[in-house]
């Protein structure tokens, strides 16, 4: 095991993907206080909620996104060959991630009504977790350039 082979790409994106996997148990959305009818999972206005609490599903799925830049970790760490160039898969994670997140942040927010419904601190913190996991694999992935053969060449 050579942590050596560790370069500043895989060090940013395992710090986003510790970001992502900390940010679902904080605060992601509010209530307003201003509207009596606003509310999630039936609480009422003045409430927080985490991803953990509101998201049945998401919230494996992105504590699984998350573990993705440690995975990419332990295959440099180890010096394993792929088929595929390092951090390719992590950047389809993170990109999938980031998807996600906007998603369930800017265009489908949990609750009623979900104009009511704000945003904490805890779900920027995912965007930013999830940016810096892409961001890192990108690092990597362009470290480790697939060679192109000539036309006609299988």
Request: hydrophobic share 50%; proline share 5%.
């Amino acid at each position: 095991m050579k942590f050596s082979n560790l370069s500043r790409g895989e060090w940013i994106a395992a710090i986003g993907g510790a970001l992502l996997a900390i940010s679902v148990f904080l605060s992601w959305y509010t209530t307003a206080t201003a509207n009596p009818q606003s509310r999630i999972n039936n609480a009422h206005q003045g409430v927080t909620f985490s991803a953990w609490n509101t998201h049945a599903t998401l919230r494996y799925v992105l504590l699984a996104a998350a573990v993705a830049p440690f995975i990419l970790a332990w295959i440099i760490v180890r010096e394993h060959e792929l088929s595929w160039p390092r951090g390719e898969l992590t950047a389809i994670i993170a990109i999938a991630a980031t998807g996600l997140i906007l998603y369930t942040g800017l265009i489908q927010k949990p609750g009623d009504p979900p104009d009511t419904i704000g945003l904490t601190g805890g779900w920027f913190l995912s965007l930013l977790g999830a940016l810096l996991m892409l961001v890192g694999s990108f690092m990597r992935q362009s470290k480790t350039a697939v060679k192109k053969k000539p036309p006609g060449v299988l």
